[in-house]
């Protein structure tokens, strides 16, 4: 058997490998030759009669190396196997490595973008729950008035503090009480200032003269309206009398 005998697989083998089994094919070609010889090939000088007893060829030991070789052969044949197994077991073993390594990190990325997706929404939710809490406060915060003489005193109350005009709930209602009865809309049209073409007019029955002097900013600027009519006469009432309470009569 020579190197170029040897199966497809065994070719991976390195150069040494390949010496070592063309070596051991190359004694057991030159045993097997050798076996063919008889074993007294001693030259003979004279002829010998024929016999005819069957002629055997090799000598008796022969066989036995031939056997041996042939067995030391499959002997490097298995374990140039067994080599080319380990090798390929080996890029296996390292290729299993390397996919293990890329699936972990593959892994590892995928967990890091849903963690920073969650703390995105996350935030995103705690923004819109802060905003909606401000928003409630504001609301809160934003009183609501009747439309009606209680509604527009407490109203008138609130833009006096925040202005700093004095007076109270019960010196508003009862002056209010008594120039018009509650009626934002009441006229006086028989005393004085009617008859100069300046009537009274709302709540507080101011006159206009007086109410573009007094009146308080951010309210309507008319004396019908009347949160406008209330506050800019306690603004005057304070101007003229220290505070709306202390006004007892036409003022």
């Known amino acids: 058997m020579t190197a170029s005998s040897i199966p ?10 390949k010496l070592s089994v063309a070596g051991i094919s190359a004694v057991a070609a030159a045993a097997l030759s050798l076996s063919l010889v008889p074993g007294n090939a ?12 069957p002629v055997v060829f090799g000598s008796a030991a022969g066989a036995p190396q031939a056997k041996t070789i042939q067995a030391s052969l499959i002997e490097q044949h298995s374990s140039a196997e ?4 380990a090798i390929d077991a080996a890029k296996a073993k ?16 995928a967990k890091k973008a849903k963690a920073k997706a969650a703390a995105k929404w996350k935030a995103k939710k705690a923004a819109a729950e802060r905003r909606s809490h401000a928003a409630s406060r ?26 700093g005009i004095p007076g109270t709930y019960d010196g508003l209602h009862r002056n209010i009480i008594r120039e018009s009865s509650g009626n934002p809309n009441a ?20 006159i206009k003269p007086t109410f573009d002097a007094y009146h308080v900013g951010g309210t309507p600027h008319t004396q019908y309206d009347p949160v406008a009519n209330i ?3 306690a603004n ?3 101007d003229k009398y220290g505070s709306i309470d202390n006004v007892n009569s036409a003022y």
């Open 42 to 53: 001693e030259a003979e000088t004279e002829p010998q009669a024929l016999s005819a007893s």
């Open 8 to 17: 497809g697989r065994f070719r991976r083998l390195n150069k040494t490998q």
């Open 231 to 233: 506050t800019a006469s």
């Open 94 to 109: 390292k290729a299993a490595a390397v996919k293990a390594k890329v699936d972990a990190v593959a892994k590892a990325d």
């Open 82 to 85: 067994q080599m080319v197994k």
């Open 236 to 238: 005057y009432a304070a």
């Open 187 to 206: 006229i006086n049209d028989w005393d004085i200032n009617a008859i100069n073409g300046v009537p009274s007019i709302g709540l507080l029955q101011i």
């Open 138 to 163: 504001s609301e809160a915060r934003t009183h609501v008035y009747g439309n009606n003489l209680d509604g527009w005193i407490k109203e008138s109350l609130a833009i006096m503090k925040a202005k």
